[in-house]
């Protein structure tokens, strides 16, 4: 019994010794942030090394690792402050125990929310840089990742900001030391600096060993000032105190103008971008919506013709030429347009004219194809079939791109283009219709 307690005693025992090489403390590990970001970093912080994997060094000399891929397999001491999105070979960030079960925090699944909700309860410094500084980052994207755990396992994440829905998309987490993991979307860590700048303020109360106060220069005390020295310093502190109202000011004006530009996206996503977005219904009274604001009467057909005899979705006139009519077939794509559309409306322009004894003075095509792309980088509405578009143009055809109606619809609201102009160019095209989007200055 005594020489088991000799061998416990043996392994928990340390002497005393000196510490030599130690730097200065927090010490920050930089991994894979961007090296654009380093010398902030270096400016901010006593101790700061980059490198490209954790491995490169001793964890164990280091405070925080600032990373921004999974910190998953991280050494337990450290702090974590994260700028991550997940790939194909990792979504999971960390792996953690609670309420006696081992599960892993992680990106779950991408969220379209756009209305987002900011907890009273984190700390005011924290309130202001998820306002400032990540609302914008994830009003950007049509997107965001969902951060948390099972569904089934304890609720660990603390969230700093949420959707209408409830769901993370920034957090913080305890890990298996105990010591904090912050978890943030990656085009965040531009704010990286600031960002652990609160944090470090946040992790003090927990740990003052690791993130000790400051050490002022004893010359600096004012006992030890010459009187040039106070009068600077009263105007430093002046200067530095009326650095912070402008920028607190700055920061509430942004925070506005931030949330009035959501609002704004939201009523475009529903509203114009429709045009750029959508299909079915929702495409053509987006285009319904557009040839009105062009001066045109539009009729919603779908509304008159009987189930299962449906033809053309709209007919376009206008009040000061009685004799023009309009037949038009509105078409939304996933993938390019199809040239079968055009065979289409010729059906529809023989019903038309077995109906009205005449012929539609034109007949339109608009297709919004590619809806999952970029609207600049999307090609000519059906741009391999030249011939085909000649020879519907020949019948009083024109196939339409929405990119093409939305450019319009702008510039008619910037009064780049009138709306004399804007039915004249409809009117009057045939085959394609072709236009270049203007330029204010």
């Known amino acids: 019994m005594r020489s088991a307690f000799i061998r416990q005693t043996?392994?928990?025992?340390?002497?005393?010794?000196?510490?030599?090489?130690?730097?200065?403390?927090?010490?920050?590990?930089?991994?894979?942030?961007?090296?654009?970001?380093?010398?902030?970093?270096?400016?901010?912080?006593?101790?700061?090394?980059?490198?490209?994997?954790?491995?490169?060094?001793?964890?164990?000399?280091?405070?925080?690792?600032?990373?921004?891929?999974?910190?998953?397999?991280?050494?337990?001491?450290?702090?974590?402050?994260?700028?991550?999105?997940?790939?194909?070979?990792?979504?999971?960030?960390?792996?953690?125990?609670?309420?006696?079960?081992?599960?892993?925090?992680?990106?779950?699944?991408?969220?379209?929310?756009?209305?987002?909700?900011?907890?009273?309860?984190?700390?005011?410094?924290?309130?202001?840089?998820?306002?400032?500084?990540?609302?914008?980052?994830?009003?950007?994207?049509?997107?965001?990742?969902?951060?948390?755990?099972?569904?089934?396992?304890?609720?660990?994440?603390?969230?700093?900001?949420t959707t209408f829905r409830g769901e993370t998309l920034a957090g913080r987490f305890r890990r298996m030391s105990g010591t904090e993991c912050w978890a943030f979307p990656f085009e965040v860590v531009e704010h990286a600096v600031e960002c652990l700048g609160i944090a470090i303020e946040l992790w003090r109360m927990q740990d003052l060993t690791r993130f000790p106060f400051p050490v002022e220069d004893w010359a600096s005390n004012p006992r030890w000032l010459t009187s040039p020295e106070e009068e600077i310093t009263r105007e430093l502190h002046g200067l530095r105190q009326q650095r912070k109202q402008v920028l607190a000011e700055l920061d509430s004006q942004e925070s506005v103008l931030e949330t009035k530009f959501g609002d704004a996206r939201t009523r475009a996503d529903a509203d114009e971008r429709q045009l750029l977005t959508a299909q079915g219904d929702s495409l053509v009274r987006a285009v319904e919506r557009c040839f009105k604001e062009f001066g045109f009467h539009v009729k919603y057909m779908d509304a008159i013709w009987k189930v299962g005899d449906r033809r053309e979705d709209l007919r376009v006139s206008l009040a000061c030429d009685a004799a023009w009519t309009n037949i038009t077939e509105v078409r939304g794509y996933t993938r390019g347009a199809e040239l079968n559309d055009l065979l289409r409306i010729g059906r529809f322009r023989t019903r038309y004219m077995k109906d009205e004894g005449k012929v539609p003075s034109s007949a339109w095509y608009v297709a919004n194809e590619l809806i999952a792309t970029d609207p600049g980088s999307r090609p000519l509405v059906l741009g391999a079939n030249n011939t085909e578009v000649e020879t519907f143009g020949e019948d009083d055809g024109l196939a339409i791109a929405t990119v093409t109606l939305f450019d319009m619809l702008m510039d008619l609201r910037r009064e780049l283009l009138s709306q004399d102009d804007a039915q004249r160019l409809l009117r009057e095209s045939r085959g394609r219709l072709v236009y270049e989007r203007r330029n204010a200055s």
């Open 10 to 161: 043996a392994i928990i025992y340390r002497p005393m010794s000196r510490i030599f090489g130690a730097n200065p403390r927090p010490r920050i590990l930089l991994e894979q942030v961007p090296e654009e970001l380093h010398d902030a970093f270096r400016k901010s912080f006593p101790t700061v090394i980059a490198v490209t994997l954790r491995d490169e060094v001793d964890q164990a000399e280091f405070d925080v690792l600032v990373t921004a891929v999974s910190p998953e397999g991280a050494e337990r001491h450290l702090f974590v402050l994260v700028f991550n999105e997940p790939n194909p070979y990792r979504t999971i960030l960390e792996q953690v125990t609670a309420d006696q079960t081992s599960f892993p925090i992680k990106w779950l699944a991408p969220s379209k929310g756009h209305e987002f909700h900011v907890p009273t309860s984190i700390d005011p410094a924290l309130q202001r840089f998820v306002q400032a500084r990540v609302i914008p980052v994830l009003n950007r994207k049509a997107e965001n990742w969902v951060l948390g755990g099972p569904i089934q396992a304890p609720k660990v994440v603390t969230p700093f900001i």
